[in-house]
């Protein structure tokens, strides 16, 4: 053994570049399947992810829900419902700024309920002379917290100052609605920022008040769970947006592509193992001639397998990786996002491969020396070895050298093949890549005589999205407050209780900006 | 000694059969020095393999010192060439990556540790200094002269301190000068040692210099002359 390292040593010294060229044209070869493997986890990780997406970003209504089973499922959404159902005006206040003045609305009973607002004290409001005020409002009115007293207030609203007197009925706790800032400045409500705090003084009835429908908002998975009748054709109609089917196909294909060449890689490695070996078979006839045992030659060669195997192994995995990383970088060059995964099923496959034709000619050529006479070797008295000319250390040169002697023309053909089917392998799965995807198609639906909305934004693995919406009629309009055409400038409509938009979409999100692209969002809302 | 029992080797079957040895028997005696003459093609080469149990003879059988080559497994003829055969080719057959030293010390080295260790230091620069080697030692053999790397050659099969050495025309690819110098350094060391000496060659003048010659003639030992 001592022998076979010290000489196998040698030999690694002498022709270092000889065996960088070999390893590097197996690492090539075999590092070309790893990646297209390793690709193909990655588009299916991707393309699991996107279809994922796609309903995520399939904005759905659940339309005429059933109320008990949305509070069934509360737990699911992030925030309750927007209790919030109109907005009289604002309410001033001595030595406040206008800008703080809380606002006054009518509210929604179930809602509220399913927002978690607490009910303090007494009830709330049945009537438009009964109200209920927020805890902290009650303070900043400087009010006692004395049911049933009458509170006499100005209200501000867009025809003017209104003084209006109500009966206290209830007092609530605090009740933040999740608003954005460009929600409250659609409403004219201007200098509020999020959260904001609406209306903080809850009155009955629905006089002046936009009716709300509260809609909720969910994981599309969730829409069965809403009574009703979810799923409502074409309130956002999204085609096929991604082509997973097509994406499915060519991804067959690249695995098909990757096992058939397989074969072919086997033998390309297969070879450029062999040849190492060949080119030691004359010295180590010689050495048979002086007294080297079959099992010393056996050891020789093996010491020189599981080197050349472990060589290439780690240089083949780093360049496999390596390939990959450069597939996918061009993919998101090219705008699409692209998860990267890791599958120990490729690694293994791909060591296999590497050991196994790798070792397959070392162990054959260790079973011929049982057999073989110190002679059989090549004739010792054979002409002597011709001097090599000095290596380049470019790649084709090492792989000149390395596919030199009788090997030469097979190898060659044998790497051209190689590099055709693993670019093909790679490829199939990348062309995938290139289809154009469809935009998002929506069209607006109006549905009638709706209590209950669910409506469906977000969902797969994105973040659970927000609660509720606003419509001018009864059952109108559940999506995003203040984008619908007839809403525009509805004058003291409050269509609150958005959420911000950007989070709404998915892949306009923080770390999955490129999965749509955010152009695309203006199809859909 | 080295004795030869209707020793023949054919090769190839039905057509194609070339009877590349016929048989012979004779006798080498210890520290005898015999060369090997004949034409190309006469079988000369053939003899030595089956001396040195490199190959396996058709029908007879090869003694050395009484002991059936034949009968020995190919593990026990590997270590009987290592210890007890020096061969010496034509074409040097140096491993072209190692260095003159670690060529002269390969059958130590396949000998393992242990007999490594009990190889004398002193007797590396004995033979080294007769052949005049000592500032070729770090040269690989691409870059010595044929001279040299049959001297390195020589070094090689004294190593182990062998019994017998054989050469397959040792001096075919060297010009006259260092053909003769070769010789005489093959011939004294057998001289001083008591080594078997046997060297084929087909240079008649190198012939006359041995006391013995076998002359083989299409696979016949012919007139053992002398
Ligand atoms: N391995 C072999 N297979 C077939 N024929 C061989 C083989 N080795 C040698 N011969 C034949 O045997 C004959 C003797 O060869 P060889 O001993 O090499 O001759 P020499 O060394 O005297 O030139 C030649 O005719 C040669 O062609
Ligand atoms: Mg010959």
């Known amino acids: ?525 | 000694m080295v004795r030869v029992e209707k020793l023949s080797k054919t090769y190839g079957s039905g057509e194609v059969q070339v009877e590349a040895l016929k048989p012979c028997t004779f006798t080498i005696g210890d520290g005898e020095q015999v060369a090997v003459v004949g034409a190309s093609g006469s079988g000369k080469s053939t003899l030595l393999h089956l001396l040195s149990g490199l190959d396996t003879p058709t029908s007879g059988a090869v003694f050395l010192d009484g002991v059936n080559l034949s009968e020995k497994s190919d593990e026990e003829l590997s270590l009987l060439r290592r210890r007890k055969i020096g061969f010496i080719f034509q074409s040097y057959n140096l491993v072209p990556e190692l260095t003159a030293r670690e060529n002269i010390l390969l059958p130590v080295l396949l000998d393992g540790k242990k007999r490594a260790e009990e190889f004398s230091k002193a007797y590396l620069d004995e033979i080294v200094e007769r052949l005049e080697l000592n500032d070729r030692l770090e040269h690989l053999p691409g870059q010595l002269s044929g001279g040299q790397q049959q001297r390195v050659a020589i070094a090689r099969a004294l190593i182990n301190r062998p019994q017998m050495i054989l050469c397959d025309e040792p001096t075919g690819n060297l010009d006259s000068q260092s053909a003769g110098r070769v010789i005489g350094l093959l011939n004294d060391f057998s001289a001083e040692s008591n080594i078997t000496l046997i060297v084929v060659t087909h240079n008649e003048a190198i012939a006359r210099q041995y006391p013995r010659n076998l002359t083989l003639r299409d696979g016949t030992v012919g007139g053992d002359l002398g």
């Open chain 1, 1 to 525: 053994m001592n022998a076979s390292l010290k000489l196998t040593g040698k030999y690694v010294g002498k022709h270092l570049r000889q065996c960088i060229g070999v390893v590097l044209c197996i690492s090539l070869l075999a590092g070309g399947v790893l990646a297209a493997l390793l690709f193909r986890t990655c588009a299916a990780a991707t393309s699991e992810q996107r279809a994922r997406e796609r309903h995520g970003s399939y904005a759905a209504v659940v339309y005429d829900a059933d109320l008990s089973k949305i509070e069934e499922n509360k737990e699911l959404f992030d925030t309750g419902a927007c209790a919030v159902t109109g907005i009289l005006g604002s309410v001033a206040i001595e030595d406040v700024n206008a800008r703080d003045y809380p606002y006054i609305g009518t509210m929604n009973e179930d809602a509220m309920r399913l927002a978690g607002v607490p009910l303090l004290a007494g009830r709330l409001p049945e009537n438009g002379d009964e109200i209920a005020i927020e805890e902290s409002t009650l303070y900043k009115l400087r009010l006692e917290e004395t049911l049933g007293q009458t509170v006499t207030v100005q209200v501000h609203t867009p025809d003017g100052v209104q003084t209006k007197s109500y009966k206290l009925v209830g007092i609530t706790g605090d009740y933040i609605t999740r608003m954005s800032m460009s929600d409250t400045q659609q409403l004219g409500i201007q200098g509020v920022s999020e959260p904001i705090r609406l209306p903080g003084i809850f009155v009955g009835g629905t006089e002046g008040a936009l009716q709300a429908a509260n809609v909720l908002c969910a994981d599309v998975g969730m829409m069965d769970r809403f009574g009703g009748h979810p799923l409502l054709n074409g309130y956002f109609e999204v085609k096929d947006p991604i082509q997973i089917e097509d994406q499915k196909k060519a991804d067959a294909a690249a695995l098909l592509l990757i096992l058939l060449f397989t074969v072919v890689i086997v033998i390309g490695v297969y070879n450029a193992a062999e040849l190492s070996v060949k080119e030691r078979e004359r010295y180590i006839g010689v050495m048979r001639c002086i007294g080297m045992t079959r099992r010393q030659a056996a050891g020789l060669l093996l010491c020189q397998g599981v080197g050349l195997a472990a060589c290439s192994l780690a240089l083949g995995a780093g360049l496999g990786v390596g390939f990959l990383y450069a597939a996918v970088g061009l993919l998101r060059a090219l705008g699409q996002d692209y998860l990267v995964r890791f599958d120990a099923t490729a690694f293994l496959y791909f060591a296999l491969l590497v050991c196994g034709a790798i070792l397959l000619a070392f162990f054959s050529h260790s079973l011929k020396l049982r057999k073989k006479a110190p002679l059989d070797y090549g004739k010792p008295g054979a002409k002597p070895v011709k001097k090599k000319p000095a290596f380049s250390s470019s790649f084709p040169a090492l792989w000149g050298e390395a596919s030199a002697h009788a090997y030469r023309h097979q190898n060659r053909l044998t790497v051209l093949l190689t590099a055709v089917c693993v670019a093909a392998a790679v490829f199939g799965s990348f062309l995938a890549e290139l289809i154009p995807r469809n935009m998002y198609q929506s069209g607006f639906d109006y549905y009638q005589n709706t209590d209950y909305y669910v409506s469906v934004y977000g969902g797969g693995g994105f973040e659970k999205h927000l609660l509720c919406g606003f419509s001018a009629q009864p059952g109108d309009y559940p999506g995003r407050p203040g984008t619908h055409p007839e809403h525009r400038g509805v004058r003291g409509g409050f269509r609150g209780g958005g959420t911000d938009f950007q989070a709404f979409f998915p892949g306009a999100g923080r770390d999955r900006k490129r999965f749509f692209t955010t152009g695309a969002a203006k199809y859909l809302f």
